[in-house]
């Protein structure tokens, strides 16, 4: 078996703080702010939600009707409902079904509709992506034993090196 040279990285980062005046520079800390939290819901969504709630309701009530008229046309029997009287059953049963339908489809355009509606609030409220490495902070500590003008500079810096070498 041959040698096997593993080379692992590490990414450094300097932050380099220099003073010029009379005073002290102490406790020079690196953080992470943490991102605000990200909305899961707002009002326009909450509404947009209610409205879907509501379509999909109203579409399962005309869905429903729909198929209580047509079980109703599929029940009457020839024996009981006179020759004359078919004409206008199945005008009757046309009039009631088309006007069904159009409402059907005007609900399914507007829960389509708004379905759109709410996956473009929600891409609205979903968190942006950001770079890590710009959400840092640094906190300095000056002290001065008397008043006087202090000018404070930061020099950052970040490069990747090889830190570790393993040899298997």
């Known amino acids: 078996m041959s040698p096997c040279l593993i080379f ?10 220099e003073g010029r005046g009379s005073a002290t520079i102490h ?8 991102p605000p939290p990200v909305p ?13 709630t509501k379509l999909e309701k109203a579409l399962a009530r005309n869905n429903k009707a729909l198929k209580a008229l ?7 029997k020839a024996n009981v409902l006179p020759a004359a009287q ?5 005008d009757s049963y046309e009039t009631t079904a088309a006007g069904l339908d159009d409402q ?11 379905n759109e ?8 409220l979903a968190a942006p992506d950001d770079n890590v490495k710009l959400r840092r902070k640094a906190s300095i ?3 001065a034993a008397k008043e006087g003008l202090v000018k404070i500079s930061l020099i950052y810096g970040a490069f990747r090196l090889v830190r570790d070498v393993v040899m298997l």
Do not use: C, P
Request: aromatic letters at 4%; hydrophobic letters at 45%.
């Open 8 to 17: 692992v990285l590490r990414e450094l980062t300097i932050l380099s703080v």
């Open 27 to 34: 406790d020079v800390t690196i953080s992470e702010i943490l």
């Open 40 to 52: 899961n819901m707002s009002d326009t969504l909450k509404d947009l939600i209610a409205e879907r």
């Open 70 to 76: 047509e079980h109703y046309l599929d029940s009457v």
């Open 86 to 90: 078919l004409k206008d059953l199945v």
């Open 104 to 114: 059907i489809t005007k609900i399914e355009a507007e829960l389509s509709e708004t």
């Open 117 to 124: 509606a709410v996956k473009e609030e929600k891409s609205k």
């Open 141 to 143: 500590g000056v002290f």
